[in-house]
């Protein structure tokens, strides 16, 4: 088994619907039946009553900035070939937060509320299931 690199996600048969929506520019979140309440990072259960009655439904892909930080070192390959970058957490319209990075924005002009789109980058590629597949990540950015 080969060590999944630090920027890229270790996919496995339950997360693989998230990431193959990613691959298409689509945004999935889970959500209970029990509760009704939608949560991310996906999960095979309902953090907010354990209810395992959780299903995957496309998310609106809007988001507020919540909080964040520049990033202006960073040791780990590849993040140093990217700094600086913008390391955030973000309000789903949905209502779940998320961590994310926020690109196409300038520094300056971040501001907490400010709203925000999903986008979606190519990382690198999965290798361990067969042919190498381009992973695709999402990060925010503004409106279009």
């Given at each position: ?72 070192r960073n ?37 907490i509320g ?31």
């Open positions: 088994m080969t060590a999944t690199p630090a920027n890229l996600p270790d996919i496995d048969a339950f997360t693989r619907p998230y990431w193959d929506a990613a691959a298409e520019g689509r945004l999935l979140l889970r959500r209970c039946a029990a509760c009704e309440r939608a949560h991310h990072y996906p999960r095979e259960f309902c953090p907010h009553c354990w209810s395992e009655d959780v299903r995957w439904e496309p998310a609106s892909g809007r988001a507020t900035l919540y909080t964040w930080s520049v990033v202006h040791d780990l390959p590849p993040f140093g070939e990217r700094v600086p970058y913008v390391a955030a957490v973000v309000d789903l319209a949905e209502g779940p937060r998320m961590m994310t990075e926020v690109v196409d924005v300038p520094e300056g002009d971040l501001r400010m709203e925000l789109e999903v986008a979606f980058r190519q990382e690198g590629t999965e290798g361990r299931e067969g042919p190498d597949r381009q992973i695709t990540v999402p990060v925010f950015g503004p409106p279009r």
